[in-house]
Structures are given as C-alpha cells and as structure tokens.
C-alpha cells in the first residue's frame, strides 16, 4: 500500500475538493446531505471516482449534481441498465454521475466528463435510525474506508471493480477534507450532547441542540461521533406517515426493560489480534477483556480466543469461572498485543461458536475494528449458527467496520455497540454482557391493532432489555389506536406499545424510505448479504423496492445525465480516470495522520477541564472533547485531552471494579482503601454472631463500602456497574452480612443515593 503525500492521486492531481454534511436529527432519526465539490485542473476531460462510506443502515434516497449551474437529478435504475447509459453517456461526450452501493456501508460515486477547469458538485441525501447508548442517541458520520484484509480465496472470486470500490488508492495525507455541522431537534429534553471524536462548539436549548467542528474542515482519517444525552430516552413511540400510492408506513420504537435475572453461561471472549489492531485498538480491546472478565460469577464458564492469520485459544474449551482461571486470564490478557497478521475472521467465529456445549448457554463477545473484505460470508456463518450461540459485537478504533460489527450481531440475535478510542468503554461492555447474560426474550410478535399490514421489516425483530428497537410495517388500510410489540420473558410477557400519532416530519418520506431500506436489507442478508449473492436472489424485488421508494440497494445504480442544450459535449472517447485518494484510518498498525492545510492558521484553544472528588479523592477526568468560545478563531482538528503519556486518564470506576475479586468480595488494600476514603465515618459493619474471621470481616467492609460507593458516586452510571454489584451482594448474602447494604439486594445500588 503506498502512504503518499495526498496532493497527487492515481494518474495525477487530486480532483476532490472537499465534502460537506449537514446532519438533521428528528426525534430518533436523522437526515443528512452530503456534498462532494469536483474540480477538474487538467487539460484533458477526466472521469472522477470516489469511494466512500455512510452508515451501514442508511437509506440513500437522493441524488443530484451541480454542474456550470445545471441542477441534474438522479434517478434510481437497475444498476446493469443504469450502468450501460451511464457508459453510453460517456462515450457520446455527455456528462454523467452516477452512484453505487458496493457494500451497505462503502459507495462509489462517479463523475464522467468532466471538462477542464470544470467544477461538479454532488448532493446525496440519505436516512437512518440513530442507536440509543445508555441514554444517548448516537449520531455517527463516517468519514474514510479503513484498509481490509481480504481472504486470498475471497479475492480471486471479486471483480476488478469491487476490489477498487472497498480498496481505494490510501494517502498519509490529503488536501480536502470535512466540513460538518448537527442540528438535534428530540422527542424529550436534551441534557448534554458530547463529541468525543472531535473539538466542536455544543449549543443546547430544550428539545433543541447544535454542534459545530471548531474548524472549517477536518481530516477525514476518523468517524464523527455525537452522543446526545435525553431526558427521557426510552420512551416508546409510534408514528405514521404518507408513503407512494396511498400507502401508509409506521414505526413502532421503544427501549424494553424487564426484570434482571443472572444465568450461567458460556462466556467467549474473542479479540482481534491482527495488524490493524495496534496501538489503540488492542489496548481498547484488552482494557475491556479484563474489565469483562471482572463481569462473570460463579456458575459461568468462560474461554478467551485470539485471532489474526493464526487462532489462539487461551483453554482450549470453556473453563469453570474462579481465581484461579480468572488470576490466569488476567495474566494472560495483559500481555496480548496486535501480533497475529491478517484479520482471518471466519476461523474465530468457528472456534467461538462452535465445539459441545453440554446444554449450556453460549454467548459470544467479539472485539474487532472490523476491517475485512468477506463481511457478507462472515455474517452468513453468523446467520447459520445463531442457534448455537449469539454474537454481541463492539467495533474498536475510528473507523470500524459498521457492516461487519452490526450485520454479525444482527444475524445471530445479538447486538452492536461501538468504542471510540477516546470514549470510556466500561458502559460498553459491561453492556454487552448485561444483554449476554440475561434471558433471551421468545415468541416475538406484533400486535398492529386494527391495521392491514402487509410487509413488515425487519421480518423477525429481536428484543433486548435496555436496547432500542425499530420495526416499520407497509399499511394498507384500516384504523388503530396503538400497535405492539410483545414476547415471553423470564417473567412473563414483554410487552412495549405506544399510542399511535403522525410523523411530525409530514410530507417527508423519512418513515417509507427507511422501512424499504430494511426490507431491502433482510433480501439482501437472506441472500448471504453480497452484491453479488443479490443478483442471484430475490433480485427482482430489489429492484422493485428500491425504484418504488427511491432508495438505492446492491441491485441498482443512483444515474444521472446532463442532457441540456448548455452542456455541451467534451472530446470524445473513454474520459481519463482518476480515482480519488481517501485518508489513512487513524491509528491504523499504529500510524498517526498527517493534515495537508493549504492555508496556514494561526490559532488559540483554550481547554477547560472539570475534576471530581470521588469519596474525598480528587480525581482527574479531562473532556472527551475541547469547548471553544464562539469568537475562537479557525483552528485545525486536535485530540481530545490526554496525559502526558498520550494515553486517556485512568477511569475511577474502572479501577475499583478491576480489584473485585472473583467471587465478587473486594480485599481491604491500600489501594481499594483509597478509593473508597470517606466512606469509614459513617459505616460500620453490623454485628455477626458467629463472629466473622477478621480477614472474612475486612472483605465484608471493603466490599460494602465499595458497593456504597458505586451507588454514590456513579449512579448515573449504573449500566456501568449494576452486574458487578449484583455480584457483591451476593456474596455479602453467602456470608450472612446482607445487612451490611441495608438488607434488601434489589436496593443495593440506592444505598447512599
């Protein structure tokens, strides 16, 4: 792979001028425009090609491109007609754009004929649900294509052209780059929003927010990310819209919660040990193995498998869950490094999905920045085994694979969650092995009330206590109050419904053109999810979804052509192709980025900082992100705060759960000590009869205390930490100092608060 400068692409000057987004968030969903500026500085007419990615569940539903101040729509067409006019077009001397989806994540965008000294501008539009993360929305822009390990039997079956459109020309540097901005209007009030990828300015009024990058453009080597913190984020909602022909389309959204109740299971730990993995992503993905570990209870089994070219199992076969086991994963865990070659990901998933399971319960967390080529074949084995054992995925890094990391949690009945480098993963995995643990919730269904539905997406939705739903149904007729959905916990029936109101959006097609887009994606998947494996089933109706809603799928192309008497013809012939240059993914092997500006600046940031004081212990914890005053001048893309050893502050909470023991006590060191200063004033431990062994009588005051401080100090957290503590308190029970938290177990975490 060749690292050069940025300023000279394949076959001469980069045209790409720079890309511009503009993100809308209504409610639980949001709409973006992209525009992608073209200028052409050669003596010769060029054909631009661009790869570039969008969120794996976007639903591309607009296309047009400016050119000598000619507006040219673009029309959805099957991708092999639209192919062949776009080809016509060219050869005639006409200029033509098109679009085309590669992956669900990575498009391809072309601009033929363009004339010297031209300039083109593409507009894209597109839809998608927002994930919910705690309590926030999240809002994700990504910004380059990461390279991908491609599986040498893998690649000799693509052609030329998919292996160009996911395996773009990739430069140290760059000369164009993002330019970016967020308006947040929300169902419930917005109490922060914060940004933990980029220095931007945070504005918040009510249901109202807006974020603006501190700098006119920034690199393109790393996602933006947003979280914006809700007021009341799990409300459930039902909406309908106007869809083509007189149709309707509805949306039932909800965040279900049921009783917790623990079972055992068979915990596999699988962490991507490749190249691609160093610097931040292995030390992410160790981090949140050993806090993971710390998760597990007596009665659980447990395996850690590491993965690259080669797969390295730690036992061979699930273990019994003790010290012992846990001292020597530990070990073990802490010297892992990002040493194993390519990112082989079928040979993992087999070794963790597979092998006797002795009735037992197996639950997969897979840890991974997704950069591979054979997604569609990895999800399909994911698909074919989810009766084995469920996937739940945590892509790591600034450019993780959204369509490996989602589709392979999607397929098995899992789910997705993503970890920035800058952001704190405990509440991420300590979320996953919430959902990995608890019961599964069966027999799902949809109760629409009075309503004729006739296509329902996705076909078979899944529920998992704390996380967010979305199932859209095609309506023809009928009437109802409210729709359901509904399936068999542990305890009984989970029900989440919702009154049924209208889209507030009103004309807006952001409701049909996300249920197609999920429509479109259960045929794809169904089919094993490949561009390819989409021509050969369920094509036809592709195509017919996608031209009916104006939504682009793998079955067809975004086409448009300048047919106007101003346009007129450049030379003709085959225009010279250029293919565009994107940004190194950042921290990619461990490299940094370079920013090519083409304007010095100077500039002032001004960094504020907040402390706390965790039971009388100052603590320093920086901004994920640097507030600038509205008058701060223009400033490059900078890191977020960090110490001087470059790496993010250590988290108090995740050092007091890493010394919990594994049978859920805490010793009374020095350290532990420390953490949980000021809480010996007003606690004494209850009188035992027998009386406790004095080392017995130690642990019961650490682990108390500490449970006391987890609810005082991080109860808004309590996602975070609420399976450790469950752990404690049953411990304290085994011992018979349940008193010690006020003696009721489901009010341990409210003790203090």
Request: net charge negative; glycine share 8%.
């Amino acid at each position: 792979m060749d690292l050069d400068s940025g300023l000279v692409g394949p076959g001469g000057p980069v045209v790409l001028r720079g890309v511009a987004v503009d993100v809308a968030v209504r409610g639980v969903a949001m709409r973006a425009s992209v525009a992608q500026r073209y200028r052409n500085e050669e003596a010769v007419a060029i054909e631009a090609v661009y790869s570039f990615p969008l969120p794996e569940a976007a639903a591309v539903c607009g296309f047009e491109a400016d050119v000598g101040g000619r507006r040219v729509v673009g029309r959805v067409e099957d991708r092999r007609k639209g192919a062949a006019e776009y080809d016509e077009a060219i050869d005639r001397g006409a200029r033509a754009f098109r679009m085309d989806e590669e992956r669900p994540n990575v498009f391809v965008a072309c601009v033929g004929n363009l004339g010297p000294g031209e300039e083109a501008t593409l507009r894209l539009s597109y839809v998608c649900d927002l994930p919910q993360v705690g309590d926030c929305l999240q809002v994700r822009v990504p910004a380059t294509i990461a390279p991908r390990y491609v599986p040498a039997r893998v690649a000799a079956e693509m052609t030329g052209d998919e292996r160009d459109a996911i395996a773009p020309p990739v430069a140290a540097a760059i000369p164009y780059g993002l330019s970016l901005a967020v308006d947040v209007e929300a169902a419930s009030e917005v109490k922060e929003v914060a940004c933990p990828s980029h220095p931007a300015v945070v504005s918040i009024a009510g249901r109202r927010a807006s974020v603006r990058l501190v700098s006119d453009e920034v690199r393109m080597d790393r996602d933006f990310v947003a979280d914006v913190r809700l007021r009341d984020p799990r409300a459930p909602a039902a909406m309908i819209a106007p869809g083509p022909d007189g149709e309707r389309v509805v949306l039932l959204t909800g965040v279900p919660q049921w009783a917790l109740r623990r079972e055992p299971i068979d915990a596999v730990f699988v962490i991507d040990r490749s190249g691609s993995m160093q610097g931040d992503g292995i030390r992410s993905a160790r981090d949140a193995l050993l806090l993971a570990l710390r998760s597990l209870v007596a009665g659980d089994r447990f395996e850690v498998v590491g993965f690259g070219s080669t797969v390295e199992c730690m036992f061979g076969r699930p273990v019994p869950y003790r010290q012992e086991s846990l001292d020597e994963a530990t070990a073990r865990v802490r010297a892992m490094d990002a040493d194993l070659g390519g990112t082989e990901v079928l040979p993992a998933l087999a070794a963790a999905m597979e092998g006797r399971r002795d009735g037992r319960r197996r639950e997969v967390l897979l840890l991974t920045d997704g950069e591979v080529g054979n997604e569609s074949e990895c999800i399909a084995y994911a698909a074919r085994h989810a009766k084995r054992a469920r996937l739940f995925t945590i892509g790591i890094g600034h450019a993780a694979s959204e369509f490996l990391v989602r589709g392979l949690a999607r397929a098995s009945g899992g789910t997705a969650e993503f970890l920035h480098p800058s952001e704190r993963m405990e509440s991420r995995v300590l979320g996953q092995l919430g959902r990995m643990a608890a019961p599964r919730v069966r027999d799902v269904r949809l109760d629409w009330g009075g309503l004729e539905v006739d296509l329902v997406a996705p076909a078979a939705p899944t529920l998992h206590r704390g996380e967010r739903f979305a199932v859209y149904a095609r309506v023809r007729g009928g009437e109802a109050r409210e729709v359901a959905i509904i399936g068999t916990g542990p305890d009984g029936e989970v029900r989440v419904a919702a009154p049924l109101a209208p889209c507030e959006t009103g004309d807006d097609p952001i409701l049909p053109a996300l249920m197609a887009r999920k429509a479109i994606r259960d045929i794809e998947e169904a089919a094993g999810g490949a561009r390819r494996s989409g021509r050969r089933t369920g094509r036809d109706r592709l195509i017919e979804l996608s031209r009916r809603y104006s939504v682009l799928c793998s079955a067809t192309t975004y086409l448009a052509v300048d047919e106007t008497a101003e346009a007129a013809p450049t030379a003709r012939g085959r225009p010279a192709r250029r293919r565009i240059p994107i940004a190194l993914a950042h921290g990619w092997h461990g490299w940094d980025t370079a920013w090519v500006d083409t304007a010095t600046r100077g500039f002032s940031l001004r960094r504020r900082t907040a402390s706390l004081r965790l039971a009388g212990v100052p603590l320093a914890s920086s901004l994920s992100y640097c507030c600038m005053a509205p008058d701060a001048p223009d400033v490059p893309d900078a890191a977020p705060v960090r110490e001087a050893d470059g790496h993010a502050p250590e988290d108090p909470l995740v050092r007091l759960c890493s010394l919990q023991r594994a049978d859920g006590s805490w010793d009374l060191t020095p350290e532990v000590t420390e953490l949980v200063a000021g809480e010996e004033a007003d606690f004494q431990v209850p009188r035992a009869d027998p009386p406790l062994r004095p080392d017995v009588a130690d642990r019961v005051l650490a682990t108390a205390m500490a449970i006391r401080v987890l609810a005082r100090c991080f109860a808004d957290r309590a996602d975070a930490w609420h399976m450790i503590a469950d752990k404690a308190v049953a411990w304290l029970a085994s011992v018979g100092m349940l008193d010690a938290v006020g003696g009721d177990p489901r009010a341990a975490r409210a003790v203090g608060t």
